[in-house]
């Protein structure tokens, strides 16, 4: 008789920064290991305005089984003009016999949101070589959060937010993942960011953060989007599981989906804390969590407090 394995709660925290955020979950081949890239907040340095959230690198830990990861370090070689920048919210897929990531990009480290943001292309033959592609010209100068999926077989889309047009997601298509035709907005209803596709029980659905949990849309054409329901806007029971999920990724494993997102855990801690550097820790740290998804009445459920055995396989 086996033990019954735990998901650790929370399943990863960045060891160096304590903010890992905008997690994002791929097999790696040629390690045969998963792979999670995500933003690594600084939550523990000292920040000028929002300084801490800029200045990031991507984080990689890795994992065997999906329920313990380990901290590898940052990807290196990003940078492809002179100085220390900004690096957000990467989206890695595998496709055309190579890695491609599409990662929101800020020149410098800003003290506050006024700046331009693009999204930038990546190409690898092994996720820790990453070649510089190019910063793709889409609808704004201030878009971020790509989402990339094969809608049909060689035609790819992307969705991203453009905070330009009222922070909506607009999109783009591709049939070789380099040059991209802007399409425009689908997504208008609220304001919201990481935008992220998927298919599960034979629909097909999305989801955004509109910061009161996240939005889910269903779809029949992957163009057209209607309001679905909401999950992860409550809080769970789980160690540091208390505040609202946020930029979450999705990973479908045969009938089985998994939601990887984020939480500020100390949100609340810190309203109750007078010295403003403790304060501004407390609100930056960010744990990551994994969750259930499931289809129940035609609704998109989450129950972040549900025990279930993950199921990663390689093909995510």
């Not at 998963?34 to 959230?53: E, P």
């Not at 034979?202 to 955004?208: A, E, S, Y």
């Not at 540091?240 to 997102?261: P, T």
């Amino acid at each position: 008789m086996h033990d019954k394995k735990i998901i650790p709660s929370p399943l990863y925290r960045d060891p160096v920064y304590d903010g890992a955020t905008d997690p994002v979950v791929i097999y790696n081949r040629e390690e045969k290991t998963f792979w999670m890239l995500y933003t690594q907040r600084r939550a523990s340095s000292i920040s000028i305005g929002v300084s801490n959230i800029h200045g990031t690198k991507i984080g990689v830990a890795s994992s065997t089984d999906g329920y313990n990861w380990l901290y590898r370090g940052t990807l290196s070689g990003l940078e492809f003009e002179p100085g220390e920048n900004t690096f957000w919210a990467p989206e890695v897929i595998y496709a055309q016999g190579k890695y491609h990531m599409y990662v929101s990009y800020v020149k410098g480290i800003p003290t506050n949101w006024n700046w331009e943001r693009h999204i930038v292309h990546y190409t690898a033959d092994s996720m820790w070589d990453w070649n510089f592609e190019s910063v793709l010209p889409l609808s704004s100068n201030r878009v971020i959060d790509a989402c990339v999926y094969e809608t049909e077989p060689g035609l790819y889309k992307m969705w991203y937010k453009d905070e330009c047009h009222d922070s909506h997601t607009y999109s783009a298509v591709s049939r070789d993942l380099y040059q991209w035709e802007v399409l425009g907005a689908e997504i208008t209803d609220v304001p919201h960011e990481g935008a992220n596709v998927f298919e599960l029980q034979g629909k097909k659905w999305m989801i955004t953060d509109f910061w009161k949990g996240l939005a889910v849309y269903e779809s029949e054409d992957y163009t057209n989007w209607q309001r679905n329901h909401v999950i992860l806007n409550e809080a769970g029971t789980r160690t540091d599981d208390n505040d609202l999920g946020h930029h979450a990724d999705i990973v479908v494993c045969d009938d089985n989906a998994y939601i990887f997102y984020f939480v500020h855990p100390g949100l609340k801690a810190a309203e109750r804390i007078k010295d403003e550097l403790s304060a501004n820790y407390q609100r930056s740290r960010a744990s990551v969590f994994v969750a259930r998804l499931y289809v129940k009445d035609n609704l998109l459920c989450c129950d972040r407090d549900e025990e279930f055995e993950l199921k990663l396989n390689r093909e995510v």
